[in-house]
């Protein structure tokens, strides 16, 4: 079992919660731009017509995770060679005003444009920000501090649902919450460069890994291969309630797009950041007495997946979609706050970012074609019972996978050189 940490400096402590502080803005706003598209569907259909058809609206989605996911490891590598910091502002900048110019474009090609530019910005973002997170919270609070950041991401999308009312008032409309959210990123990024540092430098010089030596390290790490695989399968669900739940209990329960994408984000959103918070508490409390206390935690979260899916499926009000919503989101908050820090007990640090680039290439290509599968699937009216019964079974499976990583207590190995 590893020994606990060693206390650092209130000065560092203080400066690595204000890292997290400075990065919620961030993420918020990382979510919110993804989530405003699905919860203003059908405004955004109406108004641009050449869309077309439900499979057409989930290549959308489909385009963004695919370049998302190739870039991942890109981003994540450049900020685990060259610095977070710079990683970070960039990212955010560069979204934005992709996020702005989202609001003016008229044609199917161009929104895929835009959608495509967002995920090569965004990409950069979240292996960046994490890392960061654990370089600053070495060990007693990492699992609490990244379920704080992750609380921001839903935030973002819960009052990304909201804008769906935006996008159903005439004098407002689905292109002013694009302009409006992508002002807000363009402005902050300045003050996030200059307050936001790279964690000290370590006593010993890190050793520098090229692209395919890092490539090699990871994926000969067979516990790093069981982490990629329990990421990805509970994703497939996570994407289509993020991307497809509004347009589901529209249709299901015949309510407005308002009340539709308020439904399918607020009290789901409102769980996960219940349960990362409660998560990464019992997760870090856990972690004093098993070195594998992280992975039970997560372990707990997609054990309340399981049942959430089967009921969200076969759900025959909408309250009782919610509360099924609900306890999915309970479990994805215990998920969600450990796996970076269940990464860093595999990898090095100086293969975090580049470790979760690689985690969200994989995880987020799977979930670029559950967003297709799925439009392909309402166009042939598929039942939606059977579609999430399959993505339960996936998250049985899961819960499987992570239970058979083993993290040692010795020193992580050092690459050959």
Same mark, same amino acid.
Not at 120 to 134: N, R, V
Not at 189 to 210: C, E, G, K, Q, Y
Not at 220 to 246: E, H, Q, S
């Given at each position: ?93 560069v979204w934005s005003a992709v996020t ?39 060990g007693p609070t990492r699992s609490r ?26 004098? %407002?409309?689905?292109?002013? &919450?694009? @302009? /409006? #959210?992508? =002002?807000?990123?363009?402005?902050? $990024?300045?003050?996030?460069? *200059?307050? %936001?540092?790279?964690?000290? &430098?370590? @006593? /010993? #010089?890190? =050793?520098?890994?090229?692209?395919? $030596?890092?490539?090699?390290? *990871? ?8 982490? /990629? ?7 497939? $669900? ?53 070195i594998r206390g992280r992975i039970y ?121």
């Amino acid at each position: 079992m590893n020994a606990p940490p060693t206390s650092a400096p209130a000065s560092v402590s203080r400066y690595a919660w204000l890292v997290v502080a400075l990065l919620v803005p961030v993420a918020l706003l990382n979510y919110l731009d993804r989530q405003m598209l699905a919860a203003m569907k059908y405004s955004v259909m109406a108004d641009i017509p050449t869309i077309g058809s439900e499979s057409n609206w989930g290549f959308l989605p489909a385009v963004f995770k695919w370049v998302y996911a190739f870039l991942s490891p890109v981003g994540g590598y450049l900020a685990d060679r060259y610095g977070r910091r710079y990683v970070i502002g960039a990212s955010l900048f560069v979204w934005s005003a992709v996020t702005w110019t989202t609001g003016h474009v008229h044609t199917y090609e161009a929104l895929l444009v835009t959608r495509a530019l967002m995920g090569i910005s965004e990409a950069c973002y979240i292996p960046a920000a994490l890392a960061l997170i654990a370089d600053f919270h070495t060990g007693p609070t990492r699992s609490r501090a990244v379920g704080f950041h992750q609380m921001a991401i839903y935030l973002g999308v819960m009052i990304g649902g909201f804008s769906g009312y935006v996008a159903d008032n005439p004098n %407002l409309g689905w292109r002013l &919450a694009f @302009d /409006v #959210a992508g =002002v807000v990123g363009i402005l902050y $990024a300045i003050p996030l460069f *200059l307050l %936001l540092r790279n964690p000290p &430098a370590p @006593d /010993v #010089a890190p =050793v520098r890994t090229s692209v395919a $030596a890092a490539t090699g390290e *990871l994926f000969r790490n067979r516990y790093f291969i069981l982490l /990629v695989l329990y990421f990805t399968l509970p994703a497939l $669900a996570g994407w289509i309630v993020k991307d497809w739940m509004p347009a589901i209990l529209k249709q299901q329960f015949a309510i407005g797009q308002g009340k539709a994408g308020v439904s399918a984000t607020l009290f789901v959103n409102i769980a996960s950041l219940i349960g990362a918070v409660v998560g990464g508490w019992f997760a870090d409390r856990w972690m004093r007495k098993n070195i594998r206390g992280r992975i039970y935690v997560s372990a707990l979260g997609m054990c309340c997946l399981i049942p959430a899916l089967f009921g969200v499926g076969n759900a025959p009000t909408l309250a009782i979609a919610i509360a099924f919503l609900m306890l999915f989101g309970l479990g994805w908050g215990f998920f969600d706050c450990n796996n970076m820090p269940i990464l860093c007990q595999i990898v090095r640090p100086e293969l975090r970012a580049t470790g979760y680039g690689f985690m969200n290439l994989i995880s987020i290509t799977c979930g670029g074609f559950a967003d297709w599968g799925f439009g392909i699937m309402r166009d042939r009216h598929i039942p939606l019972n059977v579609i999430f019964g399959v993505f339960a079974s996936a998250c049985v499976l899961s819960a499987v996978l992570v239970l058979l990583i083993r993290p040692k207590a010795t020193p992580l190995p050092q690459p050959v050189t």
